[in-house]
């Protein structure tokens, strides 16, 4: 597993999960948040950002939501999430596939070498195509509320 932040400000690196972790509330705070996450997006934009998750989980715990409200200055409430969804997560409906994509040119050997390919790939994931994402958000928030929280993908031609 992997997870990363992205922003109009840029991305972080990609933060491998360990093998065989739980990610429960302790993990994800403890190792994706505090240790990973959070301190690459502080230097990236100083303390000067909105933090916003989806409905994973581990995001949404009581634990989480605490350390968040504590440690993260503007905070997005679990009640203004999105849900789970990869039609609302644009790291799910855009920034995944286009690193598939990349990481597909390759013939993979190992778990090793599949690290290594996926972080050279992720440098060229452009900071253009973050933003498109991002840009994208409204108007796929908006196709969901008129599908009444059905898929859209059709909806996007």
């Known amino acids: 597993m992997v997870s990363v ?8 690196d990609l ?6 972790a739980k990610v429960n509330s302790v993990y994800c705070c403890d190792e994706v948040l505090a240790k990973g996450l959070l301190s690459v997006i502080r230097r990236l934009s100083g303390n000067d950002f909105t933090f916003q998750q989806d409905g994973a989980p581990s995001h949404w715990s009581k634990h989480t939501v605490a350390y968040l409200k504590t440690n993260v ?15 609302l997560n ?3 409906y855009s920034i995944w ?18 690290k290594e390919v996926l972080q050279d790939c992720w440098t060229m994931i452009s900071q253009d195509l973050v933003d498109t994402a991002i840009d994208q958000f409204s108007k796929r928030l908006n196709l969901v509320i008129l599908a009444q929280g059905g898929h859209i993908e059709h909806r996007l031609k």
């Open 90 to 92: 644009l790291v799910d």
């Open 5 to 12: 932040a992205v922003s109009h400000l840029g991305k972080t």
């Open 73 to 87: 200055h503007h905070f997005i409430q679990p009640s203004n999430w999105p849900p789970n969804s990869p039609d």
């Open 15 to 20: 933060l491998f999960i360990q093998p065989a």
């Open 97 to 114: 596939g286009a690193l598939q994509q990349l990481v597909y040119r390759w013939k993979i050997r190992d778990l090793k070498h599949l």
